[in-house]
């Protein structure tokens, strides 16, 4: 069932909305010492994502460091290449 939409927001696409963390409060967060290996001089959007859900973005650094970094049959290379890959034809920055 779809909603009619109403006089006040007639022509308006509905979308999703989920409030992200800025950028001052992302790199608040960022732990001081070395630069990550992913620090390309702009924020990526799954940072901002991973705060926005904490229950849920805390699961997520370790499932990445298994995909990226545990042994198998891909390099590091290849499974970088695989991710921007997939990133790209999702319309994602990488």
Do not use: K
């Not at 006040?8 to 409060?25: D, F, I, S």
């Not at 997520?60 to 921007?84: Q, T």
Request: aromatic content about 10%.
């Amino acid at each position: 069932m779809t909603e009619e939409p109403s006089a006040a927001n007639a022509g308006e696409e509905r979308q999703a909305w989920v409030e992200l963390p800025t950028e001052e409060e992302i790199r608040a967060s960022m732990p001081g010492g070395a630069p990550s290996a992913y620090d390309f001089g702009f924020l990526m959007g799954m940072p901002r994502l991973r705060m926005a859900h904490p229950r849920i973005g805390a699961l997520f650094g370790p499932l990445f460091r298994e995909i990226m970094f545990a042994p198998g049959a891909l390099s590091r290379g290849e499974r970088e290449m695989v991710a921007g890959v997939a990133a790209t034809a999702q319309d994602c920055f990488y």
